[in-house]
């Protein structure tokens, strides 16, 4: 039967995003009781399996960015030699077990998974329309929290934000007290897990005198640059190189 097997050879090649929707994870925020609009306990766990994809998972990725319930991972080269449906399942299913630790879950999760080809200078400009999103998110989360303190039902709250103006939800936030520029910073602009050089100094036993050496590790940073301004493109170049 290998050869029903039809999408078992479909190929992608690097530089390419993985993006990591969770599935249905409305009701699995009601599930664990977390905090509206953003539960710390929660951005914290997506952030350790953002570090764990990037340094345990084997699929070594570049960097992982995330923001609420998803997750991108940026690959300059691929594992499994580009197979598709390797590259969709490994990282999906790792995402979701780790998840699932992080959080002590009793019930089952999954994240969905899809391939964004790019060019190094496009992956900037995918991850500056990410962390777009990710302040889009921001807003709608934080007005639609304090309206359903306010009494709305979480479906009227969104219908009532749907199609406004990022100026009108920053006034509808500021009138229940909640100045949006004021909040922390990763749920503002999201969280970067990245590959860092150090070098290091150490004395070597057989040469006799202190060497210097360079060695690879996983930062995250949680108080990110709006990636459009000129530090934000500095640091985006700083981990995704442009030839």
């Known amino acids: 039967m290998k050869d029903r097997e039809l999408f078992s050879n479909l190929t992608a090649l690097p530089p390419l995003f993985i993006r990591l929707d969770g599935r249905t994870f409305h009701r699995l925020a009601e599930l664990w009781n977390l905090e509206r609009p953003f539960d710390e306990r929660f951005g914290s766990a997506m952030a350790r399996v953002g570090e764990q994809l990037v340094r345990e998972s084997g699929l070594s990725p570049d960097i992982a960015y995330t923001f609420s319930d998803e997750i991108n991972l940026y690959f300059s080269r691929l594992p499994f030699n580009g197979r598709v449906e390797k590259l969709d399942s490994v990282s999906a299913s790792f995402a979701a077990s780790a ?142 190189p442009c030839p």
């Open 99 to 240: 998840l699932t630790i992080e959080m002590e879950s009793e019930v089952p999760l999954s994240f969905d998974a899809r391939i964004i080809h790019v060019t190094p200078d496009l992956a900037h400009e995918y991850l500056i329309r990410r962390q777009g999103e990710a302040w889009r998110n921001h807003l709608n989360a934080y007005c639609q929290s304090v309206l359903m303190d306010g009494g709305m039902s979480r479906k009227e709250a969104a219908s009532f934000l749907k199609g406004r103006a990022a100026t009108e939800m920053h006034e509808i936030a500021f009138s229940h007290g909640v100045n949006l520029a004021h909040t922390p910073a990763w749920q503002r602009r999201g969280i970067l897990v990245a590959r860092r050089a150090r070098e290091i100094r150490g004395f070597n036993p057989r040469a006799g005198r202190v060497v210097e050496s360079c060695r690879s590790e996983v930062v995250t940073n949680r108080d990110l640059p709006v990636f459009s301004s000129p530090e934000g493109r500095a640091l985006l170049a700083s981990v995704i």
